[in-house]
């Protein structure tokens, strides 16, 4: 049979900085993988010419069910159409090739008989995507940090402002202890994410953050794709934690405090409506930020595909969808924030502080009697049990006053809990709304008006029910059981354990969280990790070479112990906080399959 000559070598520009791949011409000199591959499948040249020219800037995706071997021409130009729309839609490579081999079974095959293709698609991803194609991602982390530099200084000023008036100058003091706390914290993760840097690289660092323009900083480093060098966190990671502080600490507090003053204060100023506005849209693109990015990570979707991937393949529907999150979170937190407010000035403060603490309560009550308040990063259980605390009560003020659909999750609040909260939220509005109208003076001129005061309860509710609406129906419909979900922690993370075929999968359950999530399955895990030992030293796989510290000394094959724990320095630091065993793995000449 003769073999289709190999397309002409193009001149490729080198792949992004955030993408490890070497350049495309490369493999054009690769004869001896390309000529077996052409003798399978001849139209080989003819889709690789197609993809490479990507002239065809459609944003259609269109899918077919084809075989390999019953593909002709007009077929392979159908499948490079949808490439262009492919390059243009996702926001990185991986995700790029993984979604376009998902649509196209004949694309799978060929992967599957020759598993370069995923690699050449890769490379060939990677000569195309550029940083301009990401609008979506350049949108989303600028007008995040737009909002949040907007939020810090109207917060400023507005302590400056409630500070001249003795009815208001304890909000000053509320607001002023969370813009402290929020610098103090973002001081602190900017300590140990740049110390290595020097006094001077640390210094610049502290500067953006008392400046307040430390989220612009991060939005460019992680739109701009910044390599991870010494950081102990990428630029992604940075940018989704700080946000989290941002929200627990001073978003959602500081528009109660605002909600507060704003109902108090009988002469509402345009500064005051414009700053809580401020504060409430912050807080709403925040949250939708943090659900919509964590649910498109390529990584989370590959390792967790059951509860990871609502949103949508279009563009028009993602787009759609992470405006209905805006808009949930945005009315959720109005409805929620009011309703403390109303109870605060109904019955005094003390007692909406106490109300929120049995809320508190209950929801620990809740995790405490199913076994599920560990909190699932696996540290040293000498610290777990401070993390767990301090971590779910954190996670509990975002979700009561954000409706951020990450904290579903099962490791978080769970299916169930969520949408208890939620709902109960909404409907505590109502109470409290009911409750001020029955009880305050009409005649008291710092009194709201009570038709003004049901209509911003009606309105909230109406946005926030409307916007549900919209959620689940741009959202991908499988996933709707993920919030009602009944699963504790240790339930989901065993059955990704048993479930899932694929070994970075199954460590990423059994050793990136607590050990206590899978100790039911140990067993199983002891068994697993010995049959599959010296094929991960030889291999040394990314996840392995990651987690391979974190695997517990009564987890690995004997010989493995008493050849790599020769001297107790030779425990890392990981030992003592992390929790993992820490062992130096020895690697020598002998047989590895002794190790069994």
């Known amino acids: 049979m003769q073999v289709s000559p190999l397309p002409p070598l193009r001149d490729f520009p080198p792949a992004p900085p955030h993408v490890q791949l070497c350049n495309f011409p490369k493999w054009a000199q690769r004869e001896d993988i390309f000529v077996p591959l052409l003798i399978r499948f001849p139209l080989f040249t003819l889709l690789l010419e197609e993809l490479l020219e990507n002239s065809n800037k459609t944003l259609n995706i269109k899918t077919t069910t084809t075989s390999l071997e019953s593909l002709a021409e007009s077929d392979i130009r159908h499948i490079s159409k949808s490439w262009s729309a492919y390059v243009l839609k996702k926001k990185s490579v991986p995700l790029i090739v993984s979604a376009f081999l998902l649509n196209y079974p004949s694309m799978t095959q060929l992967n599957n008989e020759f598993p370069f293709t995923e690699s050449l698609l890769a490379d060939i991803a990677a000569s195309q995507f550029t940083i301009s194609n990401n609008y979506g991602l350049k949108a989303r982390v600028y007008g995040g940090a737009l909002l949040s530099v907007l939020d810090a200084l109207s917060d400023t000023y507005m302590i400056s402002v409630f500070w001249k008036e003795e009815a208001t100058r304890s909000v000053a003091h509320g607001l002023l202890a969370c813009l402290s706390t929020n610098l103090a914290c973002q001081s602190l993760i900017t300590y140990l994410q740049h110390k290595h840097e020097g006094v001077v690289?640390?210094?610049?660092?502290?500067?953006?953050?008392?400046?307040?323009?430390?989220?612009?900083?991060?939005?460019?480093?992680?739109?701009?794709?910044k390599e991870q060098g010494e950081e102990p966190l990428s630029a992604m990671t940075v940018l989704t934690v700080s946000k989290g502080i941002e929200l627990a600490t001073e978003a959602v507090t500081g528009t109660l405090l605002q909600i507060f003053a704003l109902v108090l204060t009988?002469?509402?100023?345009?500064?005051?409506?414009v700053s809580t506005c401020t504060s409430l849209l912050t807080t709403a693109f925040t949250s939708a930020t943090l659900a919509y990015d964590l649910d498109l990570d390529p990584e989370r979707r590959k390792n967790q595909p059951l509860f990871y991937g609502y949103v949508p393949p279009s563009a028009t529907a993602r787009f759609s969808l992470f405006l209905t999150l805006v808009s949930l979170s945005f009315f959720h937190c109005l409805s929620r924030a009011t309703s403390l407010v109303l109870v605060a000035i109904v019955f005094g403060k003390r007692y909406a502080v106490f109300l929120y603490v049995g809320e508190v309560g209950l929801f620990f009550s809740y995790k405490l009697l199913r076994g599920d308040l560990r909190y699932w990063p696996n540290v040293a259980d000498s610290i777990s049990g401070i993390v767990s605390v301090v971590a779910r009560l954190l996670v509990?003020?975002?979700?009561?006053?954000?409706?951020?659909?990450?904290?579903?999750?099962?490791?978080?609040?769970?299916?169930?809990?969520?949408?208890?909260?939620?709902?109960?939220?909404?409907?505590?509005c109502f109470v409290a709304t009911a409750l001020y109208v029955q009880r305050m003076d009409a005649d008291d001129a710092s009194t709201i008006p009570r038709e003004s005061l049901w209509v911003v309860?009606?309105?909230?509710?109406?946005?926030?029910?409307?916007?549900?609406?919209?959620?689940?129906?741009?959202?991908?419909?499988?996933?709707r059981k993920t919030f009602f979900n009944l699963q504790t922690a240790k339930q989901y993370a065993t059955a990704l354990f048993r479930e899932s075929q694929e070994d970075a999968v199954k460590a990423d359950a059994c050793f990136d969280n607590h050990k206590s999530f899978t100790l039911e399955a140990k067993d199983e895990i002891v068994v697993?990790?010995?049959?599959?030992?010296?094929?991960?030293?030889?291999?040394?796989?990314?996840?392995?070479v990651h987690l391979r510290r974190m695997i517990p000394v009564d987890y690995l094959p004997k010989k493995v112990v008493e050849r790599s724990f020769k001297d107790e320095r030779r425990q890392s630091f990981s030992a003592q906080f992390v929790g993992g065993n820490g062992l130096d793995f020895v690697e020598d000449d002998e047989d590895d399959e002794s190790l069994m």
């Not at 690289?201 to 794709?225: H, M, Q, T, W």
């Not at 009988?266 to 409506?273: E, G, Q, S």
């Open 201 to 225: 690289g640390l210094a610049r660092e502290l500067v953006f953050v008392f400046s307040f323009i430390k989220p612009g900083v991060d939005a460019y480093r992680v739109a701009n794709f």
């Open 396 to 428: 509990k003020v975002i979700v009561d006053f954000t409706c951020c659909a990450h904290y579903r999750h099962p490791f978080e609040f769970g299916g169930f809990f969520f949408a208890f909260s939620v709902l109960l939220s909404q409907a505590m």
């Open 457 to 479: 309860t009606i309105v909230s509710f109406l946005g926030w029910f409307v916007s549900v609406l919209l959620f689940f129906r741009f959202s991908e419909n499988k996933y």
């Open 528 to 544: 697993w990790v010995g049959e599959n030992w010296s094929r991960w030293m030889r291999e040394q796989e990314p996840w392995f």
């Open 266 to 273: 009988p002469v509402k100023t345009p500064a005051m409506i």
